[in-house]
């Protein structure tokens, strides 16, 4: 004898039994985590058993993916309060890397809730512009231009170089060096703080000088 | 006490799947910024969702997002640069979406005075409490702490470089590094390198000792990773892990030298017939069975055997 086909509407009302007792204890303690997620589960076997004796409408769907999201949600906040709790016990530095990839896993799935063009909106507000790219692209690929030649001048490796008379030599280096200064002076100006390593240690001192604190 | 083998890894070999498999990986801005199209390739990992989902890796591999190394040039200090201001490099890192974040950090150099020193050291660390502070800034982390010093959520962890120019000024500097950062940096490959007078068991010495300096002023509570650490010279090793077997503390090695001797040498571990007590790096084709390994074979096998090397060394050595 083979098993008997079990219609949607048993399967509603075998899940709206399971969940029942969850629910008491979700109304005692509102922000129980445990309860939630057995909610969860349960109406998410729901819905996958139901896909498979009809198609899910559109509404159906959209409650089945809610469901997944509060699970993810939730188990990343379970994980996030065990490691939290394991670390408060041992403090070893192996349960703080734990615990931090869990919040990250938790921060993660929290902002899969957002929606999507405005997740992207966010994601696109922190990528540096492309102007920033674009001008130290241009400034490295000149300035490896410019070094390239200042070292075929001073080691004359070039034919060019060979018959320059050492007048010449020693402007066009001065020449070179000067743009050279020049463009690194622009690649620090590209970021409010792009300072040389000296540059920031002048800054220091004056800052030192004038009594800052922390010094 | 715990290890992990952190390797440095480029682009092409995260795309052929080094990443999988292993403890961790240090991906440096090294690998992009040089390139053309170093914006559309930012702007693609993040939009989908950081660089472990972009590239399928698991998510419990630890992946470090490296900081910019100042430019060097002929004329070293004149022309030594920052290639970008570092919130904007911050800002990058965090469309990376990685586990750690290393704070962009001033390394010192043999020619410093002690002033300079001193002045290089509080830009570090001015450098570590702007990250911190941004992080707070725009809800990355929160400013509450527990009692051992560390923020209580965090969506990222940072990396702090502790330098210094004798093993109390590490010590220093992870003092106050500890308050900010979960890990703390020990840049080990340029204490091996700078004092070039010293044998290499002397050098391997002085590491232990800038170890012991700082864990004894911090304690085991934050992960110790030795960046640059090549493990090079095998033979040395006992004396690291007798150091974190006395402190029960954790390192990160930071292993570039398996990478470089996997895929450019392809170069495998194995112990010589000769003398037992020597495990070196050999060309797979002299080595039994693994003559038509690929780069990602050679990786895997180094990665094992050095993972086996490790554990069998803490069961031997006294801390």
């Known amino acids: ?215 | 006490m715990d290890f992990k083998l952190i390797h440095d890894l480029g682009l092409h070999q995260i795309k052929d799947g080094y990443a999988n498999g292993i403890d961790g990986f240090f991906f440096s801005t090294l690998w992009y910024l040089r390139k053309k199209n170093a914006y559309d390739f930012v702007k693609d990992v993040a939009l989908k969702g950081g660089l472990k989902k972009a590239f399928n890796i698991p998510s419990n591999v630890i992946y470090i997002h490296g900081s910019d190394r100042p430019l060097e040039t002929e004329s070293k200090d004149k022309f030594r640069m920052f290639i970008r201001p570092p919130l904007i490099a911050l800002r990058e890192a965090v469309c990376f979406n990685p586990d750690v974040i290393q704070v962009m950090d001033l390394p010192i150099d043999d020619s410093d005075s002690e002033q300079r020193i001193c002045e290089k050291l509080a830009i570090n660390r001015d450098m570590v409490v702007e990250y911190h502070n941004w992080l707070v800034k725009l809800g990355f982390r929160s400013s509450s702490r527990y009692k051992t010093g560390v923020p209580r959520f965090s969506k990222f962890m940072l990396l702090g470089v502790c330098h210094g120019d004798y093993p109390d000024a590490h010590a220093e500097e992870a003092k106050f590094m500890k308050d900010y950062c979960e890990i703390l940096g020990i840049p080990i490959a340029g204490l091996l390198a700078r004092h070039s007078r010293l044998t290499v068991s002397q050098r391997y010495d002085y590491v232990v000792q800038v170890l012991t300096k700082v864990l004894d002023a911090i304690g085991n509570g934050r992960i110790i990773q030795l960046m640059g650490f090549g493990l090079s010279r095998i033979s040395e090793l006992s004396k690291i892990i007798a150091v974190a077997k006395k402190y029960d503390a954790v390192f990160w090695f930071e292993s570039s030298t398996m990478v470089r001797n996997s895929t450019h040498a392809r170069k495998i571990l194995s112990v010589n017939i000769k003398n037992p007590d020597l495990v070196e790096y050999v060309n797979i084709s002299k080595v039994k069975g693994a003559e038509k390994f690929t780069p990602l074979d050679v990786f895997r096998e180094n990665n094992r055997v050095m993972k086996g090397i490790l554990s069998q060394t803490v069961l031997f050595v006294n801390g």
């Not at chain 1, 463009?183 to 800052?212: D, F, P, T, V």
């Open chain 1, 1 to 215: 004898m083979g098993e008997r086909e079990i219609e949607p509407r048993e399967i509603l009302r075998r899940t709206r039994v399971e969940v029942a007792p969850y629910m008491r204890e979700l109304a005692r303690h509102s922000r129980a985590i445990l309860p939630r997620l057995e909610i969860a589960k349960r109406w998410i076997e729901y819905y996958e058993a139901l896909g498979k004796v009809r198609p899910l409408t559109r509404a159906e769907q959209r409650k089945l993916e809610e469901h997944r999201k509060t699970q993810r949600i939730l188990e990343s906040r379970l994980e996030v309060l065990r490691a939290a709790g394991r670390y408060a016990r041992t403090k070893s530095p192996k349960d703080l890397a734990d615990l931090r990839l869990a919040q990250s896993r938790y921060y993660e799935s929290r902002a899969e809730t957002v929606a999507p063009p405005k997740r992207r909106e966010f994601i696109e507000k922190f990528v540096p512009p492309r102007e920033f790219y674009d001008e130290l692209a241009a400034i490295r690929e000149e300035i490896e231009e410019k070094c390239k030649r200042y070292k075929a001048i001073k080691y004359r490796t070039t034919p060019e170089a060979m018959i320059m008379s050492p007048d010449e030599r020693e402007r066009a280096l001065k020449e070179i060096g000067k743009d050279l200064s020049l463009k690194y002076a622009r690649a620090y100006e590209l970021g409010q703080k792009g300072m040389s390593i000296s540059e920031l240690i002048e800054h220091y001192r004056e800052m030192k000088e004038l009594g800052a604190r922390g010094f």
